[in-house]
């Protein structure tokens, strides 16, 4: 336990604040600027059942250049197309990138509103801040990608499941090998219908427990959401597919913590069979966890309606030896990952030293009732059937 506090403070110390002022300078990002160039030849849309998952776009996309001294340009909606780079742009060589997720939904009286994007905003900015990138107005970025889904409103699909992804991205686009401070940016965003993540309700997954390759380390960079923490995690996912497992379970240092799965975050529900005390339990933000807004979702919506007589909530670390210990003394209620594109995903079975975890399923059903309680309390949120502060901000009128 002491080890895991010296890892906290050394991964939680900061950057002096003069790095980030270069990227401030300038004219901010303003979404009262904005041109639109219209798409001339609108698509129709995709029946809801041919939509797979980031493989369709819609008719147009934002994109924002920023340059050292000037600042932001104008923000531009224009046609989807192709974009044109030098060949030396410092993206492709030195992986100046970063990504945003979310989705905007549909509501019931004709609005499209998205999920908790200020979260989102906050965290492409830390994202931006690390790799020396620029950083924006969170509530103009917001602004312009509801003016970017109010152009492709005929492309938002309707229905329980079915969602608009929302995909903000930056990079750096200055032309030439030398490393160093990328001078010019490109922000855009780009969206894609999507359906549900799981075609017929949920399809629980098998993980396999992997501490030969590491997601994310202290003082790295694995809470940022940077494209490149996600092109080394294919190939061990290849490897445990190999063995018929579709996801790591990324364990972490000699204590074998476990962190995340795959590209989401991880939740444990267990029972103390001495106190029937249940505990709902993450990882703890140390740096090496990526701050999932579903997570902090799921955290918030579990300390809201869970009996605190009847469940602990608590970020804390544990290995998959406790997994696998309190799996055999029956003490393993549920197992889940969170995230964006999937929300909610059921685990029903982690391979670790040869061996198959067990976690438990509802008789017949692929998840445990802790799993489809949480999916329903986020799915209400979302399509604005229940009212949660401001989680859902509406960013189209329709009517
Ligand atoms: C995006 C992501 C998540 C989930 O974040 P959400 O904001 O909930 O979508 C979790 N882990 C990793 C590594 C991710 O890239």
């Not at 004219?27 to 600027?33: P, T, V």
């Not at 219908?193 to 799981?198: H, L, N, S, T």
Request: aromatic content about 10%.
């Amino acid at each position: 336990m002491l080890k895991n506090i010296a890892r906290v403070q050394m991964s939680t110390r900061s950057f002096t604040s003069a790095v980030s002022k270069a990227f401030t300078e300038g004219a901010a990002l303003d979404a009262s600027k904005l041109e639109i160039n219209p798409n001339a030849a609108p698509s129709t849309p995709l029946p809801n059942d041919q939509l797979v998952f980031g493989q369709t776009f819609t008719d147009h996309m934002l994109t924002v250049e920023w340059n050292k001294g000037k600042g932001w340009s104008n923000p531009v909606i224009k046609p989807y197309g192709p974009l044109v780079l030098d060949p030396s742009a410092c993206v492709f060589h030195y992986a100046f990138e970063l990504f945003e997720g979310l989705k905007a939904y549909r509501t019931p009286d004709n609005k499209i509103a998205m999920f908790r994007p200020d979260m989102n905003m906050k965290r492409m900015n830390k994202s931006a801040a690390r790799i020396c990138l620029p950083t924006f107005d969170n509530e103009e970025l917001i602004k312009l990608i509801g003016k970017l889904i109010e152009q492709d409103k005929h492309l938002v699909p309707e229905g329980q499941g079915y969602s608009l992804y929302l995909r903000p991205t930056m990079i750096g686009t200055t032309a030439g090998l030398g490393v160093s401070t990328p001078d010019k940016a490109l922000l855009f965003v780009i969206c894609s219908p999507v359906g549900p993540y799981y075609k017929t309700g949920f399809k629980a997954v098998r993980l396999e427990a992997t501490d030969y390759a590491t997601r994310a380390w202290p003082g790295g960079v694995g809470d940022k959401k940077l494209g490149a923490n996600y092109a080394p995690c294919i190939l061990p996912q290849l490897d445990a597919a190999s063995r018929g497992y579709q996801q790591n379970l990324w364990l972490f240092g000699p204590e074998k913590n476990i962190t995340e799965v795959g590209t989401m975050n991880v939740f444990f529900a267990f029972r103390d069979s001495k106190t029937g005390k249940n505990e709902l339990v993450t990882a703890p933000l140390d740096g090496t966890i990526l701050e999932g807004v579903t997570r902090d979702s799921v955290l918030a919506l579990a300390r809201e309606n869970l009996d605190p007589k009847e469940w602990d909530i608590n970020e804390r670390y544990y290995t998959i030896n406790e997994v696998k210990e309190r799996a055999a003394k029956g003490e393993l209620l549920e197992a889940f990952g969170s995230g964006t594109a999937a929300v909610v995903s059921p685990i029903k079975e982690i391979g670790w030293e040869g061996q198959d975890i067990n976690v438990p399923l509802l008789p017949g059903e692929q998840s445990g009732p802790l799993t489809k309680q949480v999916a329903q309390w986020i799915a209400d949120i979302q399509y604005g059937r229940t009212k949660h502060g401001n989680w859902s901000q509406i960013v189209a009128d329709l009517n």
